[in-house]
């Protein structure tokens, strides 16, 4: 079993920054790909980006493309989401997932573990 625990959420100003972090417990993250999605009430969940097992690749929705960044440090049992020049649309709970093998999709299906979320909310 794994857990996964998301924090770093919070309210800023459009144009700010915030970094999250999810730790996973329980079973490592390797050699797992993992993942960042969001939602807001009423909507599906969104794909925000992923990161392969092994930090070399990384993919993210065109939504997010140059502005957030996704890391990861296995040593920590950590995944990270920067997230730069934050617009009011960008207001969601973020959660984070582990993938189901060593790179991860864009659909919720391909992942099998998550987080409970945090909450962004980017004022304008």
């Known amino acids: 079993q794994v857990q996964l625990v998301e924090s770093g959420g919070g309210l800023v100003q459009a144009g700010g920054s915030l970094n999250l972090s999810c730790t996973a417990s329980?079973?490592?993250?390797?050699?797992?790909?993992m993942g960042w999605f969001r939602q807001v009430p009423g909507k599906e969940r969104e794909f925000v980006g992923n990161i392969n097992w092994n930090g070399a690749s990384t993919l993210y929705a065109d939504s997010v493309k140059g502005r957030f960044t996704i890391s990861r440090d296995s040593a920590k049992n950590t995944v990270y989401l920067q997230m730069n020049s934050l617009k009011p649309e960008d207001t969601a709970v973020y959660y984070c997932?582990?993938?189901?093998?060593?790179?991860?999709?864009?659909?919720?299906?391909?992942?099998?573990?998550w987080g409970q979320g945090t909450q962004v909310t980017v004022s304008s």
């Open positions: 329980g079973r490592s993250m390797i050699p797992y790909a």
């Open positions: 997932a582990r993938a189901s093998g060593y790179y991860g999709g864009r659909r919720v299906g391909e992942y099998d573990y």
